[in-house]
């Protein structure tokens, strides 16, 4: 099955026609598939303005997210785990994807995942740890989640996510909001993780995550928004609000 489905347009320049591609999650289960089993990133492209659309998926990732949990309590968080989001270079048509993954953490916990592909959709850069949260705290605290990337009109890529870096040992799970960015050149790629920096707090204190909805776990919201006008971003997301 697939969920998480989400087009991007390529641009109409001399690389691309305006193509259009669709990124989503595959999950495939059956023991005796001929595909990657398991739960992938993939992408299906069309080159007919979407009259048609190709029928092999490109599996450009394992989606290796483990969930997210309260650090104080161990509750379930309800959180964009198997969703990735997806932009395109209005310019380039380079695109990016970000998803939640564990791999960074050696399974222990979630972090931002992103790739890239500049050719469209058919190959991807390996994916990289795009979030900034400090690796000195607890595990618990390290996750990062929601993750959504977007690309302004003069090429700077953003990535937003949750985490819990100003969590305490006091009742409530303290969370907070953040960006950060990077800027292409011919010396300074997006597809690599030290390129992101730049971090901004959107969050002005941190909220607690245990006042949320409870809906299969505390819950913020799995579908987020982020977007560009012109050079700047626009960040929609949710937090709780009250003690």
Sequence with gaps: QTIGNQIAVLPDNQKFDGELVDVFTLINNFKNADKER???VA???STNHGRTWSQEPVVFAKLLSIGV????NGNPVRTADIIPDVAVDPHSGQLY???????FGGGAYDSVALSTSTDGGLTWSTPVKVNKTPATISAADRQAFVPSVDVAGDGTVSVTYYDFRNNTPEPKALTDYWAVHCHPSASNSC???GNYGA???LTDTSFDLEQAPVARGYFLGDY???ASMGPDFGAFYSQTQGP
């Design 69 to 72: 949990t309260d650090p104080d």
């Design 191 to 193: 597809s690599r993780s």
């Design 199 to 201: 971090e901004v707090r």
């Design 38 to 40: 398991g739960i992938n």
């Design 224 to 226: 987020e928004g982020l």
């Design 97 to 103: 994807a970000v998803w939640q993954d564990s791999r």
């Design 43 to 45: 992408v299906i492209r």
